[in-house]
Structure formats: C-alpha cells, structure tokens
C-alpha cells in the first residue's frame, strides 16, 4: 500500500507543498492535465490518493463533478474542510477502490503513485473504474534537480525517504504491464528554469518545453481502451436426422453428449 499519511507527515508533505519545487508541481498539474485529459464539463472524475483536496478543488474549477479517496483518514477529513460538499470523499487504497466499475469517466494520480508499493496494481484499479482517460502526474525520478539533491544527501528527510519518483521509461513499463499498448501522450516541464536560461541567454534544449524526459516533473494522459478477446469452445453436439414433427411444430433435432 506505501505511506499513509499521518497527522506528522501530512504536515511535512504540506511544507513541500508550499515549497518552490511543490509549488511548481501544482503549476504544472494545472497546465497540462486539462491537455492530456480532455475533461467535459459536468463529467466524473476521480482523484486517486486525493490527500487534503488541493487538486480536487482546482478540478471542480474545471467544472468536473468530483469524487476524491484517500488510504489516510486525517488526510480525507483535511478535504472535507477545503471541500464541504462539493465532492464525494471516501476512505479507501488506491490498490482496492471502493467504487463500481465504470463509475468514473476520469481518474487522476497527482503525486500518488511515488508514495505506493506497487503502481501497477493502482493502475490497474483505476482502468477498472474508469470508462474514457487516466491522467497521472509524477516527480520525475531522472531529473536534474532531483539526481542533485540525492548526490548531496538532501533527501533524508523522513518525507522524502517514503518518496520513489519516478522515471519516463518506469511509467510506460507499468502502464504496458496493465493496459498494453493503449494511446498516450506525455509532457514534461522544462529541463531548465527560466532563470537559468534568462543567465546563460539562451535554451539549451529546444524540445524541452514539453518533451524533455529528464525534466523535474512528468505528466501522462493515457486512453483507456478495451479489448474483446473471444475463445472457440467445441460444442460436442451429435446432430441425427430431422424426426417428425411433434406437437406444437417442434423437431427434435439432436442430442448433447
């Protein structure tokens, strides 16, 4: 299952939030998930992890009949102070949803997948659940920032040791696992800061304002697509001659062995 947030690491999850790096990670969610979900007004969508409702309430923005859940109860009470009852919240593991199948036309992962012990099985929960687009966004475990910050020993903070971001290639490797070659899209944020390009006066990458896999955060808009596949089971039926006709216009035309 991974982490579930307490009152302490709520807290600490909260301070990163607020950070640069979260703040940018919410900048990114908003930029690019209505890209890679095209969302409709009025449709359902789920929130996969949802913790203090923070991305949900940018959801509702979006017009989106929201539904969030969360493996933490303190963190499912902290949304329904932001919420009130403009969303349905509801205690349960990204890895067993307690929903019907089909019953959402979207789900998300925002920052959720990095914090569970297996991704796939949480992706697999959400196909079932959901019947049009998956969008997850994630710290990326290959970007600059973040190799930096784990050659200084910068995450040793209790936080961050339950963090796994991860990596472009880990990404499609799961969702291939689950959902085979379904169509998908990704964007990334640009491997440099504005700053940093604005120093050296110009961009070192050209593709990296979208498609740069090594940029700090990774965003995936994945379509769900069903496969029928059928099995031709024998049918062991001898078929004997037409008898005659019995009452009612009805041949007997065979038996099953």
């Not at 303190?74 to 205690?91: C, D, F, H, P, Q």
Request: aromatic share 10%; charged share 20%; net charge positive.
């Amino acid at each position: 299952m991974g982490l579930i947030f307490d009152i302490h690491s709520a807290k600490r999850y909260e301070s990163w939030y607020l950070s640069d790096e979260g703040k940018s990670f919410h900048k990114f969610i908003e930029q690019y998930a209505p890209l890679l979900l095209d969302p409709h007004p009025g449709e359902k969508i789920l929130d996969i992890g949802c913790g203090s409702g923070r991305h949900l309430q940018f959801l509702s923005s979006l017009g989106m009949d929201i539904t969030g859940v969360d493996a933490s109860p303190y963190m499912i009470n902290k949304a329904k102070e932001r919420l009130g009852n403009r969303s349905v919240l509801k205690t349960g593991s990204a890895e067993d949803l307690p929903f019907e199948d089909n019953e959402f036309d979207l789900s998300v992962f925002m920052n959720t997948l990095e914090f569970l012990d297996d991704p796939s099985s949480a992706l697999r929960e959400a196909g079932r659940v959901t019947r049009r687009r998956i969008f997850i966004g994630v710290v990326n475990g290959f970007s600059w920032h973040r190799m930096k910050n784990q050659v200084l020993g910068l995450f040793r903070r209790p936080l961050v040791t339950h963090m796994k971001p991860l990596n472009l290639w880990e990404l499609q490797t799961h969702i291939t696992k689950v959902f085979g070659q379904v169509p998908m899209t990704w964007k990334s944020t640009p491997l440099f800061s504005p700053f940093f390009r604005r120093l050296i006066g110009f961009t070192p990458i050209r593709y990296q304002e979208a498609h740069c896999p090594f940029g700090p955060f990774l965003g995936i808009g994945l379509r769900i697509a069903y496969t029928l596949k059928t099995d031709n089971l024998p049918l062991k039926l001898k078929v004997n001659k037409a008898g005659q006709p019995v009452a009612g216009g009805i041949t007997s035309v065979g038996n099953l062995k």
